[in-house]
């Protein structure tokens, strides 16, 4: 989850067009120190990393086997599969969910815009753990209390460890922070209720206005909004963990102990995995600011 | 009318998935179940529990270990964010930072307890080379301690704060220091009576940001350390894994209420600083 408060900041990082101040008055040698110094604990543990996985320790021979056994590794296409599956139906359901609302207060009901904010920026404030211990007691009702009724049934469907739902679930609500933003700056950016108007009354039905006009408007955003997701669901771990569903970061955390390098591997994959999203997020910023300004 | 009906599923959706989990913990964890006829009953006994022994250890360990780091990562953080911005020939550098901190503010969890582990574990590349070149080894230190998990959490605590930071920072008009500087002030002057007070209340807010940040932090802990160090979350990872005690169920629960009730007043204190910071920044 920590790393996930964080994409919130980082979706919006643009930088200005010139320093607050230029360096006029030296003395800057404490800059090259900090750069320096937080440089090195940067870059030392990917470094390191990387030596780790390559570098057989014995002969001292360097290989690429712990990258290209990733995909034959027991149990990771499958953990790796279900991760991907459930980040999609995140993606879905969030962007489902989401989109006719933001649209919906922004033009129809800005009185409702400081309540759907607050409750969308409260997955940020409540520790993931502290979440899941509440899941994991509702769920615990159906043996408990509703055994034998559908609801019952219903609770058990969405615990089936091949595609655990309540996953899927639970991982809109932690995304809802990043999604929030992403479309709300994408709403505020374009005259949306312009567009609609127009839309309207040369007759569009509003389902109609949402596919037509809306969603293409939106198009940049809804990108942002579902690559954030798509790396918020990769790496969750304390969900998957708690309700005991092997999800990929639980399946890295599984084989660490047999295979060390494997592990290491892995997250050194992940962490270009992340990186490949976030830049892909930063492009599409970029090129939309080009084109504002063009 | 129809129209408010149009944002039922998200209300809805968020009853159901955020404020019924949050309710049933603020409900369940006053529940007992009695050891020998499985009945349950109202008890504060899993509160009680909670704020004394190993609880009370692991609510304190938590709280140490996240304001240590949020205190660190925001200072150092700062001295980043600074640093870039006043960089002669910065914008490349400013970028660059920027994007790296962007990923790297993500780059929590698993992987990156493992990226540490690969370094300065105890086969580490970092810990082999030391032991190597000077046969000391890492000296006393350990990864797999307090020390060693503040030393991992400012991996994504530092680049957080850049992030946040920044716009703050670049909030400060450079006419405030030309006037400054027009009046004689010296630098310390002028930090001290101009961009501080203004700073001050963005620094606070992002600093508690970072302590919410490290407080809810698991994976990293779980990876690095196990249980062996007491941190709340590996508390109620533990209370709900054993089938050994009867009302451990019930005390995960108090645990994990303790920690939204922490983070509650915390963010209470955050709401009261963003206000004043609106007052100078609007």
């Known amino acids: 989850m920590t790393a996930l408060a964080e994409g919130v900041a980082g979706a919006g990082g643009v930088a200005p067009a010139t320093p607050i101040r230029s360096g006029r008055r030296g003395g800057g040698g404490w800059r090259f120190a900090v750069l320096g110094l937080l440089g090195l604990y940067f870059l030392v543990p990917i470094a390191a990393s990387v030596w780790f996985t390559v570098r057989n320790r014995g002969t001292g021979e360097f290989t690429a086997e712990h990258y290209t056994g990733i995909p034959g590794a027991d149990g990771f296409a499958e953990s790796f599969t279900r991760s991907l599956v459930l980040a999609g139906l995140t993606v879905l359901i969030a962007l489902a969910l989401m989109v006719p609302t933001v649209v919906l207060v922004d033009l129809r009901l800005p009185r409702l815009r400081t309540t759907v904010e607050l409750l969308t920026l409260m997955p940020l404030v409540v520790p993931p753990i502290a979440l899941v211990v509440g899941v994991r007691s509702v769920l615990s009702w159906a043996p408990d209390y509703f055994l034998g009724t559908p609801l019952a049934e219903v609770f058990f469907a969405i615990q089936e460890p091949d595609l655990p739902w309540i996953l899927v679930f639970a991982y809109v609500v932690l995304a809802l922070p990043f999604v929030y933003r992403a479309l709300d700056s994408g709403v505020r950016g374009a005259d949306l209720r312009t567009l609609t108007e127009a839309a309207r009354n040369l007759g569009a039905s509003w389902p109609r206005v949402l596919v037509s006009v809306v969603l293409p408007v939106l198009r940049t955003s809804v990108l942002n909004a579902a690559f954030l997701t798509l790396a918020l669901v990769l790496g969750e771990f304390t969900f998957a963990n708690i309700l005991g569903f092997e999800t990929f970061p639980t399946w890295i955390l599984r084989i660490s102990g047999s295979a060390p390098q494997l592990s290491v591997a892995v997250s050194v994959l992940s962490l270009v995995v992340t990186w490949m999203l976030l830049l892909m997020i930063s492009a599409l910023d970029r090129r939309r600011g080009t084109k504002e300004s063009a | ?282």
Do not use: C
Not at chain 2, 23 to 39: I, K, Q, S, W, Y
Not at chain 2, 136 to 153: C, D, K, Q, R
Not at chain 2, 191 to 196: I, L, Y
Not at chain 2, 209 to 226: D, E, M, N
């Open chain 2, 1 to 282: 009318m129809l129209t408010a009906l149009g944002t039922a599923p998200f209300f809805l959706y968020v009853a159901v998935f955020l404020l019924l989990p949050i309710g049933v913990l603020g409900v369940e964890a006053f529940r007992a179940t009695d050891p020998v006829t499985f009945e349950e009953t109202w008890s504060t006994d899993s509160i009680t529990t909670i704020t004394g022994g190993v609880y009370r250890r692991a609510y304190l360990g938590s709280l140490q270990l996240s304001l240590i780091t949020a205190v660190l990562s925001a200072v150092l953080g700062l001295a980043l964010a600074v640093a870039i911005l006043r960089a002669r020939r910065g914008l490349l550098l400013r970028r660059l930072v920027l994007t790296a901190s962007g990923v790297l503010a993500n780059f929590g969890g698993i992987p990156l307890a493992f990226a540490f582990i690969a370094t300065i574990g105890s086969q580490g590349v970092v810990t082999a080379m030391l032991q190597d070149t000077l046969g000391i080894g890492l000296g006393g230190f350990s990864l797999y301690s307090m020390t060693g998990l503040a030393l991992v959490y400012l991996y994504f605590l530092v680049p957080l704060m850049v992030l946040t930071i920044i716009p703050a920072l670049e909030a400060l008009r450079p006419q405030w220091r030309e006037a400054a500087d027009n009046l004689g002030a010296s630098s310390w002057q002028y930090w001290r009576h101009v961009g501080g007070p203004v700073l001050l209340p963005p620094v606070l807010g992002a600093t508690m940001l970072l302590f919410a940040s490290a407080f809810a932090a698991y994976a990293t802990a779980k990876a690095l350390v196990g249980s062996s160090v007491p941190l709340v979350t590996l508390q109620i990872a533990d209370a709900l894994s054993s089938n050994v005690v009867v009302g451990a169920e019930n005390l995960g629960k108090a645990l994990a209420l303790g920690m939204v009730v922490v983070v509650g007043l915390v963010m209470a204190f955050y709401a009261w600083v963003q206000r004043r910071t609106q007052r100078w920044l609007a």
